[in-house]
C-alpha cells in the first residue's frame, strides 16, 4: 500500500517514490536473510565467556613469567 501510495503522489521517477519501493522489496528482504544467515552461523564464533577466560589464562602466564 505505501509503495502504490508514494507512487500515486510523486510520479513513479521521483526519488521519494523510488526509495519507498526499494525500502519494501529491497531492503526488507536483505536484512532478513542477513538476520538467518547470522543465526545460524553463530556456532561459528567463540562465546564472550571462553574469550575472557583465554584472556585471564593468557595474563596469568604473562605475570607468572616475570616472577
Do not use: S, Y
Amino acid at each position: 500500500m505505501t509503495t502504490d501510495t508514494a507512487t500515486a503522489l510523486f510520479g513513479i521517477a521521483n526519488g521519494a517514490a523510488l526509495a519507498t519501493v526499494v525500502g519494501v522489496l529491497i531492503e526488507v528482504p536483505v536484512m532478513l536473510l542477513l538476520v538467518k544467515f547470522c543465526l545460524r552461523t553463530q556456532h561459528w564464533f567463540t562465546p564472550r565467556e571462553a574469550l575472557a577466560a583465554a584472556e585471564a589464562a593468557a595474563v596469568e602466564a604473562a605475570n607468572a613469567g616475570k616472577k
